[in-house]
């Protein structure tokens, strides 16, 4: 019987944020500024017939949290909604928040949970040397995967590293 041959060794490495994102515009703008100003040199490249962005979203989420208070401030009750982007993000929170009826039915009054949101993206990025990996955003963490060459991870690192809200 024949053996099976390593062919490739993919990596993935995760940094561990000393302090959550503090909310989703800065989230946001983390995103929006890798996918504007492209920090890792990251190449237009061609697959299944397809011209992509060196660096494009593969996937976002982004996660409201509203508790419901009685007039003691003990939490009743919750709602959370989540929503593909930023813009669906506030109009959802803003819906829960000032959804009456809803207040009424749970028994409360609503209030944002800042703290108990979260929001997560995962870019897909095409290195000049060909690889293709991914770096994963979340409130909490930065995660690349699927990579082989070190200077890729290295690269990401000493951006991460100027990055205020991603120490």
Known sequence: MADFVLSTTNKTSVRTLTAPVVDAETFNGIIENVLTNNPWGCTPWEGAGES??????????????????????????????????????????????????????????????????????RLRCHDANGEVYFVAFSRTSVRISSYEDDAISDAIETWADGVAALA
């Open 52 to 121: 992509h962005d060196g660096v494009e979203k593969a996937s976002e989420a982004y996660t409201a949290r509203i508790v419901y208070e009685d007039e003691f401030g003990g939490v009743i009750g919750n709602a959370s909604a989540r929503a593909p982007t930023l813009a669906g993000f506030d109009a959802a929170k803003t819906e829960l928040l000032g959804n009456t009826a809803l207040e009424s039915a749970v028994g409360g009054h609503a209030v944002a949970d800042p703290d108990r949101e979260s929001y997560a993206c």
